[in-house]
């Protein structure tokens, strides 16, 4: 009879899995649904101890539940169970444990009926962790302890897995660790600013090549040849990783998964690493966006304040040569150069507020989502330039040079007040941040497509991150010294007026070294491209 209602419940279930085990503990039988949520085939599971099949952590409660059925206190206990697979793998099941008895009452075995729901589980899981994260966010918790939560969630999916996120810097294309709690001190602080490329590492690799990279088994595999001492004193045999996307699709950092075995992912790990990246993808964009905002309206308010200033110094200065001029007592005592002198201050500091007035209104406009009107004309680009330069040359104490090469089309279709200003904001900057008497050197010429422009002189130089930053509105690549004019509109006006004719900007400096600013305009007319001169 007990054989019999055996072999019924073993073909009545194909999906739900049974496991029949002795009172001693060892397994009797298991249908196909459980060999294979436990990864055994049958003859393998036919006299096991049930133990095997247990994570440790469940052997107490395994033991006592069983001991209450067989000792006839209870016939039935229902419990979430972690099993262990023949791959060494947490798998969790729903169990249902019911003695089976002899007609006077003896258990004769352990029926278990169980429930895969090791995916529901980590569904579960992964949404736990992921409202944590939101909830951290929301409460303005630092991007590292967002990070922390981020990986915290992700290892407790699943067992045996150990995570790590490292954040890109674009500007010397280095790996910084934002978190990786359960890897090694020592092996953190060997990677820590590692250079990406490709063939570095599975997170170098990742971050260079800008797609997934899989390593199953560490000590074997190419990639991670420069590191293997490394590694050999740590138990990382396995590492997965996914690159970490910024809005714009560019790269700003990895998610890699660590194993301490050499593994290769299932479908359900390749998903857990995706959605791990999209996660941190979110956090690290969210506080990005959230910094900026608060930049931006810090930059805003010190704007205010020097727009204010800088409106007024012009102002002041115009009403005080214009008293001087219109006062009786001083009109008669006043020498005829002295009358001229006052008048070109006046014209000057004129021309200085208008400046300022033009550039609040391009960024008014370019704020707007609008494209900076352009009035193009075939023009001169020799004699522009000659003429900006020679209008410098007049007030400024520096040595202007002038190098137009050959080639150079004889007009270009071009708004010739807006690339003034280009050129005009170039040479002011070039003016401000190097020494009087020093050179600053206009290059002009003709290549492929395009004009370029190169405005080069022999200040003080930028470093990497203020040439990163130089054309963020409001930014002041020298805010500190209060004597350097200027309110950092102009080199986003720039860029944005060279963008606006179809051309490119780039800058290229080092702190001590100067800087040289280039830029291009297309080689275009009134509908096709002007042949350069020829250069013989």
Known sequence: MFSQ??????????????????????????????????????????????????HEAEWERERLGRQEMIAGRTDHVAFR??????????????CSLTAVRDADGNCQALLAMVSDITEQRRLQMLQQGQNQVLDLLYRDHTLEEVCAAIVKAIEAVEEGLLCSILQLDPV???????????????????????VIGDGIGSCGTAAFRKERVI??????HPYWVRARRLVERTRLRSCWSQPIFANDGAVIGTFAIYYTEPRHPGPFELQLITAAAELTALAINHKQALNALRQSDRLKSEFISIAAHELRTPITSIMGFAELLVDPATEVALRPEQRQRFLHEIIEDTERLGKIIDDILDLSWIDSGRNLPLRREMTDLGALLARVI????IK?????????????????????????????????????????GTRITVTAGCSGGSCEVVVADQ???????QVARIFETFYRADASNAAVRGLGLGMGIVKRIVEDHGGTIRVDSAPGQGCRVHFTLPLTDRGSSPRCRDSR
């Open 215 to 220: 390593v199953t088994d560490i000590l074997a």
């Open 390 to 393: 020679n209008r410098f040359g």
């Open 396 to 436: 400024a104490s520096h040595h202007f040079v002038l190098d137009v090469r050959p080639g150079l089309p004889p007009a270009l279709l071009i708004d010739s007040h807006r690339i003034s200003q280009v050129l005009d904001n170039l040479l002011n900057n070039a003016v401000k941040y190097s020494a009087p």
């Open 172 to 194: 010397t294309g280095r790996l910084h660790k934002l978190a990786a709690p359960s890897l090694p001190d020592f092996y953190n602080e060997a990677i820590e600013g590692m």
């Open 5 to 54: 209602f055996i072999a019924d419940s073993l073909l009545a279930n194909t999906t739900l899995g049974i496991e029949v085990s002795s009172c001693d503990g060892r397994i009797l039988e298991g249908n196909p649904a459980f060999c294979r949520f436990v990864g055994y085939d049958r003859q393998a599971l036919l006299g096991m101890p049930v133990d095997a099949l247990c």
């Open 81 to 94: 169970k972690r099993y262990l697979t023949s791959a060494g793998k947490t798998v969790w099941g729903d």
């Open 459 to 465: 200040g003080i130089g930028m470093t990497r991150e």
